[in-house]
């Protein structure tokens, strides 16, 4: 398998990055961890007319907890995050999804940017981030805007990234408190993409009390989704095993999936209704 | 057309490629190290695996002037003037390998494994190779394998290779 | 214990002797055919077809031609010119190799570009532009059997359906006879889906055409390179390539799996491009390409059933079959067989009644009817008999591994007259079960399910105890294409005691290099390190009909014992010469002759063989060669008796393999660490099928999975930790009483693997699953019996 042919420039810095994605236009791909957009054109369902590689800009990998917030560079690859002590004692909902994300050669080259920047529903930190409530920067020409997880979504493989600009950070409220998080996914086989995958996070008061709780879905809607009533329906709760069932039943209930080989809608509904219900409580297991 | 100047096990190469150049096809055409195979269109087999910088990749979905100025390490370049690397023994002497056509990227995989993680437990072995199809060996004497290997990388007593029978 | 006549040092039969072959495959020193280059040489892709079924209305290649660096784009028009259009398959049908006007299955070849580089070729490839008329495709077997479904193959002359063939066995009466009179009966229509072979390395070749000498090389990716050259002087006969003038090459082979069997038509295209251009051609094929259009397994459609009294005494089984053979009937079977070996089918049991009979047909689907590790359709075989006797044992009553120790056909009962012809050799079926029930702790596995259930938990147990058959075989019944399936040996011994020995088998994987170096050590006493093994090219090899069915050994194997015999003979008159002493006074032990009673008057083989060609006996031909045509006298039957624990998610409906204990009798075992190996490999190409692999089509005739994203060949992490062991029950008609065991345990692994899922459930009223037995056919099934109304009520 051969892709066409196109023109191929590695800039150093995020300035001549951005001049470049101007000079050419449209046809011009970012080629970040390169994992989803190279096979897509060796198999010539994507065509990009020139490749902006930017794995040789200083800058965009790092992992690090500053002004309130776990900043992740747009740049950090999945082994990155498998390794970092903060994630691994911190934010274990990454150390969950990353070892179910694709296979070890891939997560060394995967980013969690180009991740999040595909806008496929059956990539796993979407729904990550969702449940998180990260924020991500976008950068381009003419400077940096925040835009929340909730908003970047729009549809097919888009995103809120428009021309010319390019991901370069994300962003997560750091984790306080009684904190715990929780990923899984139901895979047809190691590396799959999810038939259907669930990211929890709960906050919990020394009361007990659930004060804030996060999410996201993958791969049981066009675009990542949040279960946003069952979220309503643990904030305040304490998390008994009836609020716990509710949130399952409302995550469930709410999600869209579509019928494929991983299963057909109720199975698809039946798999978020149950590993709802598991990663709440691994997340609360943590939290404790 | 692009140059590309990168170390191939110890030794700068260099050659003028088209940028939609795989890595692969660099070391297995260009430069005639055909020991790295090619298995599958969507970077699902790991046949093509080697290390690029110490990390092991799938050399079939790299383009080859992303391996500019880098350091690569390929199946040819793990034995050295003393002998055998220890995976290479690893795999011999524990029958981790039957039509030879995955070994090389599944070999090249377990040296970044036991490079992280030493001394790895039958799980980790068993997901840290999930990016590489066998189809001969049911993988039991590949995990057998990479445990005697980690044992001889940190000079423990040998496991024995003989094969174990119920 | 596996006891050794030969010393570690000499290294025969029984000794766990490393591979000779590794050392070039560790070292990426391998030589598989992409990695050939010759000088000239030019590439070819193949431009296939997007739909299942439609008339091809122009192939425009001019935008093609014009990109620099294609050289020509092949039509089927353009091969029709030679008549190299078409081609036989191994059953006697006809496939094409190019369509002059109709494509039948989704990726068939359209056209092939030639050009110099395969970027280039890839590029060439993407701007033909071919126009199709499209026709509804039948993809469904039953519904092309309807008298009303048109007519798919209007090529064959006087044909008014899709039916390719009728095929039979037992006694009809006397079976129908046993149903209408029995206590018990047991039915279920199963499938046996299409699967494929998926070896790591896909197809392809390097076709070398020399104009000057008229001579042909083609190196490829074959398990049968003298019977390919043969079919290439049958198809290629008339424009003057000629047997004499083709040297097949078969290099290393990165997996075969049956898979390498057929002739492909990409290689024949290469070879006529060589041919018209007297440039080398290479053709690999991508990995989509091999899933898609490459040979399947399987595609059975089966009707079996099981009658037998109420206490558990098995009486008759009736099996039948619907044969989805796509576009064409290009199985891979010996050609008296069309079902193959299926009627091997009424298993490991003794009862005196059996009918099977099978229908193909043909559908809007790519040929093939390979092996997938599997001994000529056995493993469809064993799936009914073994599914039925879990029912059987179930509607009784029984525990399924009591009952099928109630039915074994004895020790002492051997040889067996089956109820469908076959002579089995030899066995002893409770040993295998005792051993396993005894290793996976079976009496405590049963106590532990009761509590599980009790828990609300699923676990189940499976139990496969099959009989396959292998070491196609004997002439007076085996032939493909007409040539008798025998198998050769050629042992030529240097002066220095030193030897090379070449075969007409082919290894994919198999360790031929250091099992049949072991053979012959056995029988000459020569250090196995001192044997050179050599195979593939047909100039130098003796002829055979290659590696596939398990029949290296059982064929292969046997010509090299009776060679090596022969040289012995020779050996030891050679030995009575220099020692001045009669035949009759010699001893052998494994190299040496000695005079008895006298052991140090001694001639090692060594001094033996430098004397055949420095001091050999007068009227002595000199030398020390010898070459065997074996044609086997039955065929082997190993057998095996498999135990699978599964625990099952009773929510995800997730199932784990928790242990799998394998039981193999494959005789006399040359090499147990590579035995060893051998059954691994094949039981993760058994949970394959049974959990996970099936090639999925619509309506349409779309393949739904043609890639490895979608068509789940198992990693590490599906493949449990295997148990293995063996029981010894040589076959009593083979040299070395070595039976075969590449495909016992793909064979035997599957009905275990479901059995144990079935049982894990059973209690909730399900009797059967089909297979791959997914997650999500689990959760429709317990969602069908009421399962999870019940968990949320």
Request: hydrophobic share 40%; net charge negative.
């Amino acid at each position: 398998m051969i892709a066409e042919d196109f023109k191929y420039d590695a800039p150093v810095s995020l300035a001549d990055a951005f001049a470049l994605l101007h000079q050419y236009g449209d046809d011009a791909k970012i080629l970040a961890g390169g994992h989803s957009l190279i096979p897509m054109m060796k198999l010539r369902f994507a065509a990009p007319t020139h490749l902006i590689d930017i794995n040789n800009i200083p800058g965009l990998s790092y992992i690090k907890e500053e002004d309130g917030f776990l900043k992740i560079g747009a740049m950090s690859r999945e082994v990155d995050l498998e390794e970092s002590e903060i994630i691994t004692s911190k934010y274990q909902i990454f150390t969950d999804a990353s070892k179910l994300i694709a296979d070890p050669q891939v997560r060394n080259f995967g980013t969690i940017g180009g991740n999040l920047a595909h806008g496929d529903a059956a990539n796993d930190h979407p729904a990550v981030m969702m449940a998180l409530d990260a924020e991500v920067e976008i950068s381009g020409q003419d400077g940096k805007r925040t835009v929340s997880i909730n908003d970047f979504f729009h549809g097919f493989y888009t995103t809120a990234i428009q021309h010319g600009e390019i991901l370069t950070e994300i962003r997560i409220p750091v984790a306080s408190g009684n904190f715990g998080s929780a990923y899984h996914k139901a895979e047809r086989k190691v590396g799959d993409y999810a038939t259907a995958g669930v990211a929890a996070v709960v906050q919990i008061d020394d009361n007990g009390v659930c004060t804030k709780a996060g999410i996201g879905l993958t791969n049981v809607n066009a675009t990542p989704m949040r279960a946003e009533r069952s979220e309503a329906a643990l904030v305040g709760s304490m998390l008994s095993e009836t609020d716990i069932a509710k949130a399952a039943q409302y995550a469930s209930e709410d999600c869209n999936p579509s019928t494929d080989l991983r299963g057909d809608i109720d199975y698809k509904r039946h798999l978020v209704g149950v590993i709802t219900k598991r990663m709440l409580n691994r997340a609360i297991q943590r939290a404790k | 057309m692009k140059t590309v100047t990168l170390k191939i096990n110890g030794t700068e190469h260099t050659a003028e490629v088209s940028p939609r150049t795989l890595l692969v096809h660099l070391i297995r055409e260009n430069f005639s190290m055909t020991g790295t195979h090619i298995g599958c269109d969507t970077s699902s087999c790991g046949a093509c695996t080697i290390l690029i910088n110490g990390r092991s990749a799938k050399s079939c979905t790299i383009l080859a002037v992303q391996a500019d100025g880098k350091e690569i390490t390929t199946v040819e370049g793990l034995a050295t003037a003393e002998g055998l690397h220890p995976i290479q023994e690893g795999f011999h002497l524990n029958h981790a390998l039957h039509c030879g056509f995955c070994t090389a990227g599944v070999m090249m995989r377990a040296v970044e494994l036991l490079e992280k993680n030493p001394n790895p437990t039958e799980e980790e072995i068993r997901w840290g190779i999930s990016g590489n199809l066998c189809r001969c060996t049911g993988y039991n004497n590949i995990v057998k394998a990479i445990q005697w290997t980690s044992a001889k990388l940190q000079g423990k007593e040998l496991p024995s290779t003989e094969p174990v029978f119920v | 214990m596996i006891k050794c006549k030969t010393s570690k040092e000499i290294g025969g039969m029984g000794h766990s002797k490393k591979r000779k072959e590794d050392a070039r495959f560790i070292q990426g020193k391998g030589n598989y055919v992409d990695d050939i280059k010759l000088p000239g040489m030019l590439y070819m892709d193949i431009v296939r077809s997007p739909y299942a079924y439609a008339k091809i209305k122009n192939i425009d290649s001019s935008k093609a031609l014009e990109i620099p660096g294609v050289i020509a784009v092949v039509t089927g028009k353009d091969l029709e010119k030679y008549n190299l259009h078409w081609m036989p398959t191994l059953m006697s049908d006809t496939q094409m190799v190019l369509p002059t006007d109709t494509v039948m299955y989704q990726a068939q070849e359209v056209c092939a570009v030639i050009a110099t580089d395969r970027y280039i070729a890839r590029d060439g490839k993407e701007a033909v532009i071919v126009e199709y008329e499209t026709m509804k495709p039948l993809m469904d077997p039953f519904e092309a059997l309807d008298p009303e479904a048109p007519v798919l193959r209007s090529d064959q002359e006087g044909k008014t359906d899709n039916h390719i063939w009728h095929w039979e066995v037992g006694d009809k009466e006397k079976t129908d006879d046993v149903f209408n009179n029995a206590d018990i009966t047991v039915k279920q229509q199963m499938h046996i889906p299409r699967i494929h072979v998926a070896s790591i390395e896909t197809c392809g070749c390097v076709a070398s055409y020399n104009k000057v000498e008229n001579h042909l090389t083609m190196y490829m990716t074959t398990q049968a390179p003298h019977a390919i050259r043969t079919v290439i002087a049958l198809v290629a006969g008339h424009v003057g390539l000629t047997e004499e003038k083709i040297r097949v090459i078969s290099p290393d082979i990165g997996g075969g799996f049956g898979g390498k069997v057929p002739v492909y038509p990409g290689y024949v295209i290469a070879i006529a491009v060589s041919f018209l251009t007297g440039s080398p051609i290479k053709w690999i094929e991508d990995r989509s390409e091999n899933l898609q259009a490459d040979s399947f397994a399987r595609d059975y459609h089966i009707t079996a059933e099981m009658a037998g009294t109420s206490d558990g005494k098995i009486q008759a089984t009736r099996f039948k079959v619907l044969a989805d053979h796509g576009y064409t009937d290009a199985s891979a079977n010996p050609s008296k067989f069309p079902t193959g070996l299926f009627s091997i089918g009424t298993g490991s049991y003794d009862y005196g009644t059996a009918y099977m009979e099978a229908d193909a047909v043909y559908t809007n689907k790519p040929p093939g009817g390979v092996a997938y590790r599997c001994s000529f359709r056995v493993t469809e075989a064993v799936h009914a008999i073994e599914r039925m006797t879990d029912m059987f044992a179930k509607k009784v009553g029984k525990d399924p591994a009591q009952l099928r120790m109630e039915n074994f056909i004895k020790k002492e009962d051997f040889p067996w007259a089956s109820p469908t012809g076959w002579s089995y050799d030899s066995g002893d079926y409770h040993a295998g079960l005792k051993l396993a029930m005894d290793t996976v702790g079976y009496a405590e596995l049963r106590e532990e399910q009761i509590k599980l259930r009790a828990e609300g938990k699923f676990m189940g147990i499976g139990i496969s105890t099959f009989t396959e058959v292998v070491g196609a075989g004997p002439s007076k019944d085996f032939d493909i294409l007409g040539i008798k399936m025998f198998d050769s040996a050629e042992i030529r011994v240097h002066p220095t005691g030193k030897a090379i020995a070449r075969f007409g088998t082919k290894s994919q994987g198999q360790g031929h290099e250091t099992t049949y170096a072991q053979i012959i050590a056995e029988e000459l006493g020569i250090p196995m390190e001192n044997i050179q093994i050599e195979e593939g090219d047909t100039d130098t090899a003796p002829y055979g009909l290659g590696t596939y069915a398990s029949r290296s050994t059982p064929t292969a194997g046997a010509a090299a014992a009776m060679a090596a015999r022969k040289l012995r003979d020779k050996a030891k008159k050679i030995a009575a010469h220099l020692l001045e002493v009669s035949e009759q006074d010699l001893e052998w032990e494994p190299g040496k002759f000695f005079v008895k009673g006298a052991p140090e008057k001694a001639k090692t083989i060594q001094e033996i063989v430098f004397a055949a060609y420095t001091n050999h006996p007068e009227g002595m031909e000199g030398g020390f060669e010898a070459t065997h045509y074996y044609d086997p006298p039955n065929l082997t039957f190993p057998s095996g008796a498999y135990i699978c624990v599964v625990d099952v998610d009773p929510e995800t409906c997730d199932i784990k393999v928790r242990r799998f204990v394998a039981i193999d009798d494959c005789g006399n075992i040359i090499n147990p660490m590579i035995v060893q190996g051998q059954v691994h490999g094949g039981l993760t190409q058994g949970i394959a099928p049974a959990m996970y692999e099936e090639l999925i089509y619509d309506e349409a005739g779309n393949i739904l999975n043609g890639t490895f994203m979608d068509y789940l060949v198992p990693t590490a992490v599906e493949s449990p930790s295997w148990e293995t062991g063996h029981t010894v029950t040589p076959a009593p008609h083979h040299p070395i009483g070595a039976k075969g065991v590449g495909e016992s345990p793909t064979v035997g692994a599957p009905p275990a693997i479901v059995n144990a899922i079935v049982d894990a459930v059973a209690h909730l009223g399900i009797k059967h699953l089909e297979i791959p037995v997914t997650p999500f056919k689990l959760y429709k099934e317990l969602k069908a019996v009421g399962y999870f109304d019940k968990q949320e009520a």
